[in-house]
């Protein structure tokens, strides 16, 4: 299905247009800024099941994108490729405590982050310089797994 973008569709118009066209649709604009702005909004919206052409005065596309799901695949160890990056941000969030001075313990059943000058033993970790970390529950003990 081609959808022709009017001319005179203003940022609103072109955001609207992007998320209640059907899925495999093509949207025709005829204005660079048209086409940039529709850029944006497909990938703010997520949608990749649409294409966006960018029509020259002669009618024909002389610009166009088409946006593809990125293959997540598996590698050895199980892990997909969005999970590897997931555990490169966590690492490098690690990381950041440490050069801010934080220790990131675990503590029963939960981590929690405490000054490195304080140390992390058990007197510190039940003190309010402890701050208990929100792990959304991607975080267990051992122990947790073991019942």
Same mark, same amino acid.
């Given at each position: 299905?081609?959808?022709?973008?009017?001319?005179?569709?203003?940022?609103? +118009?072109?955001?609207?247009?992007?998320?209640q066209a059907?899925?495999?649709?093509?949207?025709?604009?005829?204005?660079?800024?048209?086409?940039?702005?529709?850029?944006?909004?497909?990938?703010?919206?997520?949608?990749?099941?649409?294409?966006?052409?960018?029509? +020259?005065?002669?009618?024909?596309?002389?610009?166009?994108v088409t946006?593809?799901?990125?293959?997540?695949?598996? +590698?050895?160890?199980?892990?997909?490729?969005?999970?590897?990056?997931?555990?490169?941000?966590?690492?490098?969030?690690?990381?950041?405590?440490?050069?801010?001075?934080?220790? =990131? =313990?675990?503590?029963? +059943?939960?981590?929690?982050?405490?000054?490195?000058?304080?140390?992390?033993?058990?007197? =510190?970790?039940?003190?309010?310089?402890?701050?208990?970390?929100?792990?959304?529950?991607?975080?267990?003990?051992?122990?947790?797994?073991?019942?």
């Open positions: 299905m081609i959808i022709d973008i009017p001319r005179d569709h203003k940022a609103a +118009d072109l955001m609207a247009a992007a998320e059907a899925p495999g649709a093509d949207l025709q604009c005829h204005l660079e800024r048209q086409y940039a702005i529709l850029k944006i909004a497909l990938l703010k919206l997520q949608r990749d099941d649409l294409s966006l052409s960018l029509m +020259d005065g002669r009618g024909a596309i002389s610009r166009q946006a593809r799901k990125r293959a997540d695949t598996v +590698d050895e160890s199980g892990m997909t490729q969005t999970q590897r990056l997931a555990l490169q941000a966590l690492e490098k969030a690690f990381q950041r405590c440490r050069a801010q001075g934080l220790l =990131v =313990v675990g503590f029963s +059943d939960s981590l929690v982050a405490v000054p490195e000058a304080l140390g992390c033993g058990a007197e =510190v970790l039940s003190t309010p310089s402890a701050v208990e970390l929100d792990t959304h529950d991607a975080y267990h003990g051992f122990e947790d797994g073991m019942e």
